[in-house]
């Protein structure tokens, strides 16, 4: 695929400054994706999207607008342009508005972090591995239906030109691959499922064993029971324990800190968490499904411990939240084309412990293991949480028995204090944990 071109961008914000604008940058995303579903062994859906859009954003004095087209003709350019400049001059005055500073932005060559695999599937070979998918999860005993099994690739680019003298572009591939099976029947029936996406089509676990574990997690949640309301510790298996990190990056970014609209707003430099903890944002790893050579606004962006050994080191800032603040940008700016930058990490990960799922079991004695998560509900200012799971109870360290309906809540202040990480890290997204246990939550049953 071929990105826009780099004059043009800069041709674009050559106008916007002719027009009236003090500053301007101009981004371009290119998408391309190709997806099919099936279910039974039949194709169920096949979708194709391509997608190029142009974003502009620019600055009269404190005052900036932003808009986004996916006409890129000359005439649908100057159009773009003509309304942003007519939207800033309207616009409310901002006093932290503006380009990220010279001295900030990323320079010399990016670095290689390896993210784009050319290779690029014909729909024929995804409908093959999404039937390998669901094969492999229908044979699996006990299960007794599907609900489908999909497989996906898609390919983008983006490029950015800034006045403040920013040029920069990366591109990056996406390959997917997950099952949904369904174990049981009538009111009894149990759906469960594996998915996996990477950056190299290579990296893909196989369909057959990403099939197999659908089957196998979704067998393994027949007859749950219903457990009486207590306190007890919880472990959150390693798929999805990342997502207890969800409200520490809410709460340390700079916009939530710089409205006071946060739980941890008053413990920079404090221990969050225990000293066991270490928390790292690596935006140059390579093959990474959070990794970019430089932030949305052109920043440098590096890796950093965002918390280490227990001890919360920095906000996340993007420009306008560090002027707020009085501090620096950490190189954490994010955004689409049609808005300015937010913040956000990019590869965020929990380091792992020394002990296995297992030894966390037998190290809590009973308890909760969860493997599925819902519905979750925070309250911002105070860190009070809740969410719905589902899993199994564990006696004597060994599972006893699957469970459904419940619900796990605690406050995070204190309940981030008391995070044991195992030993069992993978990497499966933008965001990774190993399994973690909270020696006590409060669980909600029946």
């Not at 959070?290 to 890796?303: I, K, L």
């Not at 020394?354 to 979750?376: C, I, K």
Request: hydrophobic share 45%; charged share 20%; glycine share 10%.
């Amino acid at each position: 695929m071929a990105a826009m071109d780099e004059q043009l961008l800069h041709e674009v914000v050559e106008a916007a400054l002719k027009a009236g604008a003090g500053a301007a940058e101009a981004a371009f995303a290119e998408r391309q994706s190709l997806s099919v579903t099936v279910r039974l062994g039949a194709l169920e859906e096949a979708e194709r999207e391509e997608a190029r859009d142009l974003g502009l954003r620019v600055f009269i004095g404190q005052r900036q607008a932003v808009v986004s087209g996916s006409d890129i003709s000359r005439e649908g350019r100057s159009k773009l342009i003509e309304r942003a400049v007519a939207m800033a001059r309207l616009a409310p005055e901002d006093p932290y508005a503006g380009l990220a500073p010279p001295e900030r932005l990323a320079k010399g060559p990016a670095p290689d972090l390896d993210l784009f695999d050319p290779n690029e599937p014909d729909p024929e070979t995804l409908e093959a591995r999404a039937l390998a998918a669901e094969e492999a999860a229908r044979a699996v005993a006990g299960v007794t239906n599907s609900d489908s099994s999909s497989a996906a690739w898609s390919a983008s680019a983006w490029r950015l030109v800034t006045s403040g003298g920013f040029s920069g572009h990366h591109r990056a591939s996406g390959f997917s691959l997950s099952a949904v099976a369904i174990a049981g029947e009538g009111a009894g029936m149990e759906r469960a499922g594996e998915g996996r996406q990477t950056r190299w089509q290579s990296d893909l676990p196989s369909a057959e064993s990403i099939g197999a574990e659908a089957g196998r997690r979704a067998v393994s949640r027949l007859g749950p029971r219903k457990i009486a309301s207590t306190t007890a510790p919880v472990i959150f298996e390693n798929r999805l324990a990342a997502s207890i990190l969800g409200p520490l990056i809410s709460a340390i970014s700079g916009p939530s800190v710089a409205r006071g609209v946060s739980f941890l707003k008053d413990r920079l430099g404090q221990e969050v968490f225990s000293a066991a903890v270490t928390i790292t944002d690596e935006p140059h790893r390579p093959r990474g499904l959070g990794s970019s050579p430089f932030d949305d606004e052109g920043v440098a962006n590096r890796a950093m411990a965002i918390i280490e050994a227990g001890v919360l080191t920095t906000w996340l800032l993007n420009t306008p939240s560090a002027r707020q603040l009085g501090l620096e940008t950490t190189g954490h700016a994010a955004r689409g084309l049609a808005g300015p930058p937010g913040v956000g990490p990019s590869n965020l990960t929990l380091q792992p412990g020394a002990r296995s799922q297992a030894e966390l079991m037998a190290d809590a004695g009973a308890g909760l293991l969860v493997t599925s998560l819902f519905g979750p509900s925070l309250n911002p200012n105070t860190g009070d949480w809740s969410v719905g799971c589902g899993g199994f109870w564990f006696e004597r360290g060994e599972i006893a028995y699957p469970v459904s309906e419940i619900t796990v809540a605690g406050n995070l202040i204190e309940a981030y204090a008391r995070v044991v990480p195992g030993s069992d890290l993978e990497f499966r997204g933008a965001a990774n944990a190993p399994s973690l246990l909270i020696d006590a939550l409060a669980i909600a049953g029946k």
